[in-house]
């Protein structure tokens, strides 16, 4: 028996307070963990106990409440740094979220080095973060795109790969885990094959980073950026990983306090990274509520999460598969802990307002995958994301609600 | 079953999504307005032939969405054909009001219309609504040919 089956899963539930409550008269069923995870009590005292004690500007006041903010926010990223395996935490800088780490590496790095001719190879099932900001550097710098295709199973057509990943490629981006099919990108293959041709890899760690072990040395990426929010963290605070020597040779995105080493009204030296990244006030809040967030994810553990959220996602799969007309996107097990599904009987946005009037979260549309959807030939699908607080009887009641909508809209 | 969910979906606009009237193509429209709510991936193929007076002579749609929205360019074309300009630029602002602002009573010139009146508690649903309507207000100010609305503003 593995130990995720020896763990008090229903005890590490009561750890968040959200999920005790009732929507629309009814137990709250939160299915829209891709979207954004709930946050354990752990986390949110954190954040309260910073603000009631500790709460000051980094790196700068000579106090004591300054020299405390300070240490806890380099300590945070320190854990950062180990939670993912990386060398030092000089490889960690601190932003929004995916999204802006993934903009730093566009605009920064994109622009310095990107010329015409180049190409940045991506795949078709990128979330919109992993693709507008390449659209843009694309155009300012005449660089080209590509994408790899997707199969029909919801895989990557590694197949093409060869012809795809030329000597013009600088940087193949690419998502770990896909946020609407629920795939597992062979990340170590891909980033071995890219340094093969001397390209770049940054991988987007948004969907895996709180579900699965992610070793940064050992998938072998130079790049690679996710979210708090996404693992149990809180809003607004992200990472972006760099290789050492890539970081110092990005040049610095925004300007301002904080990523200073000298400053005249006509010159400026910058800091070395990260900190050269981090121009202004950092979230500093944030960043120390990310590192107990993994704090927490490490007593549990990623691979029993990962043990857990598997379980649920076949039992999902399993049981989905009851429901006439509904067809199920994306490869078979093992996948990330979501499940996309299309119904004849009705619109993903019907099926989420009727879910929500029973109080199951559940997500509808594009989820930031237009061109996916294209692919695919949907106008968008209706998500059902997991989490490890989540249950099989909650899975049930997801497939009874679906049930009667089937009746109710067809 | 709760009474706002049976007040958005009430049966007329059930059969609306599922059996739309006036879907199809529409050969000899004046004007083509292709609708498209970017938030939900719903889309709408709407075409207008006005008559030399400027009434709406014909108006056809095709296109996919939920079913509020299928609904709602169902009943509209239905309401629509046949208006002079006028009385169909006063039920368009008369359907704009029914599903955004708080009128105590809906215009009985709305007819069916009147019953996505629901859509008012889902405010997320408003522009599944409007989307048909925000085709035919961009079709009254396109003189001819095709034009593009959505219910999200481009830069």
Redesign the interface.
Known sequence: MHKSALIDWEKIRADFPILDQQV?DQPLIYFDNAATTQKPRAVIETLRNYYEHDNANVHRGLHELSSRATEAYERSRQRVAEFIGAESEEEIVFTRGTTESINLVAQAWGGKFLRPGNVVLLTEMEHHSNLVPWQLIAEKTGAELRFVPVRDDGTLALEKLSSLLTKEVKMFAFTHISNSLGTINPVTELCARARAIGALTLVDLAQSIGHIPVNVRELGCDLAAFSGHKMAGPTGIGVLYGRREILEAIPPWQGGGEMITSVTLQKTTFKRSPHRFEAGTPDIAGAIGLAAAIDYLERIGRADIFQHDSRLTSYAMERLTEIPSLRLLGPPAPRGALVGFVMAA?????LT??AD?RGLALR???HCN?PL?RRFGL??TTRASFYFYNTLEEIDRMVEILRDAVH??A | MNSDLEELYQEVILDHSRRPRNFGELPDAGVRVHGDNPSCGDEIHLAVKFGADGAVEDIRFTGQGCAISQASASLMTMKLKGKSRAEATLLLRAFQDLVTSDVAAAPPSLGDLRLLRGVRKFPQRVKCAILSWRAFEQALQTPSGEAAISTEADS
């Open positions: 629309r009705a619109h993903p946005h019907d307002t009727f009037q509808g549309g594009h237009q959807m106008p968008g109710f809209f």
